[in-house]
């Protein structure tokens, strides 16, 4: 499994766009980049997930470059509500496989 | 609506005993997980499931157990040996298990030991 890095926390004023980038530099050619974001006492939740290029939802974008060593992901205007941790995987698709989580991008958004 | 429902939201036990978690999904997907968080911490794998009847160990499966009789079902006992019990428990499933089925997690079981 392809190891994450990403910074361990951020902070953004309400109304800003936040991007988090997340480095795997051993990502391997079936790999898939999925992010996912978690609020305090719940459980995560999926957000988006993508292979090579951009990749837009209803909240948010995954930009990948070319040579997939890292990945970004994009949320537009944040608010409080977004105050979470925020999680990058990488791993093949298909198959059954443990699927294991690091310890993730905590961000605070300040009024 | 679909989803995981484990319970209870918070669970009380002295030292010593064993106490088992629940999870149901209605999702019908064939993986289930367990995972252990700690304050401040990622997911820990402990078990999961692919399969009925079938289930692996993750990298923390120390005095835990789990059984898979049933597709929806993934119950989680913490045992007496397990030497560090107290955390957040989150149980989830995905479709076909890998990283293009994203897992779908439920609230969590917050368990207390003294």
């Known amino acids: 499994l392809a190891k994450t890095t990403q910074p361990i926390s951020m902070d953004s004023y309400e109304g800003q766009e936040v991007n988090i980038t997340c480095s795997h530099n051993?990502?391997?050619?079936?790999?898939?980049i999925t992010w996912y974001q978690q609020f305090p006492s719940q459980g995560p939740r999926f957000i988006i997930q993508g292979y090579k290029t951009k990749v837009t939802n209803e909240v948010a974008s995954l930009f990948i470059p070319a040579d997939r060593k890292s990945s970004t992901l994009s949320l537009p205007r944040v608010s409080l509500s977004d105050t979470a941790v925020y999680y990058c995987?990488?791993?093949?698709?298909?198959?059954?496989?443990?699927?294991?989580f690091g310890t993730g991008t905590k961000l605070q958004v300040i009024p | 609506d679909g989803g995981i429902t484990q319970s209870p939201k918070y669970l009380f036990r002295k030292e010593g005993q064993n106490v088992t978690l629940s999870c149901e999904q209605n999702?019908?997907?064939?993986?289930m997980y367990w995972y252990r968080q700690d304050p401040g911490q990622g997911l820990r794998l402990i078990y999961y499931?692919?399969?009925?009847?079938?289930?692996q160990k993750g990298d923390i499966a120390e005095g835990y157990s789990v059984s898979r009789e049933k597709k929806e079902s993934f119950p989680l006992t913490v045992t007496s040996a397990q030497k560090n019990p107290t955390a957040f428990y989150l149980c989830a499933s995905s479709r076909a298990g890998g990283y293009n089925s994203p897992l779908h997690f439920g609230n969590g079981t917050r368990l207390t030991v003294t």
């Open positions: 051993n990502i391997a050619t079936n790999d898939y």
């Open positions: 995987l990488v791993g093949e698709s298909g198959g059954y496989q443990k699927v294991t």
């Open positions: 499931s692919q399969i009925v009847n079938d289930f």
């Open positions: 999702l019908n997907h064939d993986a």
